[in-house]
């Protein structure tokens, strides 16, 4: 399309936003055109940036009445080309809504824009002695917004929950326009989790303008172990070994020998150069509490056959040991020029299998994969590294990410656990529901945006069908759960 022709496609935005907060010259747009999965990349029309909660649901309502889509965006981390642009369309850039609108110290809450980084809730609220529980390992540059549409975890998941047990609260403007409000300031509510809902939605419902967000006091005491194992089998059969105790980690990673590799040349983190895997296992709460517990641990540990142990001394060796493990994705581009990151989810149970049908997935495509994931709940993260330079390399990369989604939905796991399935998985979508079950996300998707505006060509797989039209209240109206404005 011709610079006249973006121009006068977007003619009637330019009158909503001042000429540098809506940029649509190549450069501006190039730096738009993916996200964290580069594998994918597309142009947009246009980037508008908006500076207040309003500006948003202006743009959002003039691309519904002149059917233009659009996708929000915040720090552009997702891993599964979830805030891809759509080549006819805008992205809505959200990273200057970055004001904590309230932070409640009795209430343990705060209200916060979707540009805030996720790190920037925990250093608000940490003079009150709280924090904000989920931690992506992207947490110092990815956004709240960002957190609610992918439903974000982090390595303290397993004791915690994912970003939708830590929402109480949203407003948003729908696809179509509408400006509503689900949940509110107490994590007591009547009827359905429409906040849990909207969290995972991945920005196919609209876009969320104010988040309530539960804090959590900060433990009072950690307690961190690193462990090195000869076989990658071995870590995962270690984490069965800890649940079955009956303790319960705030923390459970395993790291892969590919891995420490890249972590170690990247921050030095000292973590021993002879293990196949590392466990890396936190126990948190109060100091009485983890006098027990840590004995426990240490005979667990012993017995699962470790050949190094490594307990954080003081905070500073804490801090190094967890360095370590959220600098894997970026540390990995040291050993490769690009690489795929899978999001898969197994029964812990069967993680050890897991690991060892990766390794021979590896093995036999040729493709070099480290495993790095969250070990308490099953959530895979193998990093697929090829040379996009090379004829056929990035086709074989998607073809081992084939075959690990099918695995997990084989095993009886899932095709992502934070990441989304974006535009990478979402042809995996119907082998994991059946018919019924998808029809049924794709109704619920259309209540909400009834022209298929709002980040389309996500999840669903195959072309758009075509848009159905809604009249009277919307259906969330009717049901008393959410509010006009």
């Known amino acids: ?7 006068d496609r977007l003619e009637g935005l330019r009158k909503l936003f001042p000429g540098h907060r809506l940029v649509a010259d190549a450069a501006s747009r190039a730096a738009f055109e993916s996200d964290g999965l580069t594998a994918f990349s597309a142009k947009p029309l246009g980037v508008v940036i908006p500076e207040t909660t309003d500006e948003v649901i202006a743009a959002v309502r003039w691309c519904h009445d002149n059917d233009v889509p659009f996708v929000a965006r915040g720090s552009g981390t997702s891993l599964s080309g979830g805030s891809l642009p759509v080549a006819d369309g805008i992205v809505i850039a959200l990273n200057r809504l970055n004001r904590i609108l309230n932070l409640d110290p009795d209430a343990r809450t705060a209200v916060v824009e979707p540009g805030v980084i996720n790190i920037k809730v ?30 974000s975890g982090g390595a303290h998941c397993l004791k915690y929950g994912m970003t939708s047990n830590h929402v109480i609260g949203i407003k948003a403007v729908t696809a179509d326009g509408e400006v509503v409000t689900m949940g509110g300031p107490s994590v007591e509510t009547i009827g359905p989790d429409y906040t849990g809902l909207f969290c995972g939605s991945e920005g196919l419902f609209g876009v969320a303008l104010e988040i309530t967000l539960r804090l959590l006091p900060q433990p009072e005491q950690f307690h961190t172990v690193l462990v090195g194992y000869d076989s990658l089998r071995a870590a995962g059969d270690a984490v069965s070994a800890v649940i079955d105790s009956g303790l319960l980690p705030g923390a459970m990673e395993i790291m892969d020998a590919t891995s420490i590799e890249a972590a170690e040349a990247a921050v030095q983190c000292n ?39 490594v307990v954080a001394k003081d905070d500073a060796e804490r801090l190094r040991i967890w360095k370590g493990r959220k600098s894997v994705f970026s540390a990995v581009g040291r050993l490769s020029p690009d690489f795929l990151v899978q999001d898969g989810v197994v029964p812990r149970k069967r993680l050890g299998e897991a690991l060892v ?3 021979e997935i590896g093995k036999r495509s040729g493709i070099r994969v480290a495993n790095v994931f969250h070990a308490g709940d099953g959530n895979l993260h193998p990093l697929i590294m090829f040379d996009g330079n090379q004829p056929g390399q990035l086709h074989r990369a998607e073809e081992v990410a084939a075959e690990l989604s099918r695995m997990c939905i084989e095993m009886g796991g899932s095709i992502t656990g934070e990441h989304g399935v974006g535009m990478e998985k979402r042809d995996f979508l119907p082998q994991m529901f059946d018919e019924p079950t998808v029809d049924m996300f794709d109704r619920l998707r259309r209540a909400f945006d009834p022209k298929l505006v709002a980040n389309p060509g996500k999840m669903f797989p195959g072309t758009e069908a075509p848009a159905l039209s809604l009249t009277g209240l919307h259906p969330l109206e009717k049901a008393g759960v959410i509010h006009r404005e």
């Not at 399309?1 to 121009?7: D, G, P």
């Not at 110092?140 to 992918?150: D, E, L, P, Q, R």
């Not at 109060?286 to 050949?307: C, H, K, N, Y």
Request: with cysteine; net charge negative; aromatic share 6%.
């Open 357 to 359: 049908r990766i390794e």
């Open 271 to 309: 973590y021993p150069h002879d293990a196949t895997a590392v466990l890396i296992v936190e126990l948190e709460g109060p100091s009485e509490r983890l006098a027990f517990e840590r004995d426990q641990l240490e005979q667990v540990i012993a017995a699962t056959g470790p050949i190094v142990r």
């Open 1 to 7: 399309m011709s610079n006249a022709a973006v121009n």
């Open 122 to 151: 925990s250093q608000a609220a940490a003079p009150h002695g709280l924090y904000f529980a989920p931690d992506p390992s992207s947490q110092t540059v990815c956004t709240i917004g960002g957190n609610v549409a992918f439903n």
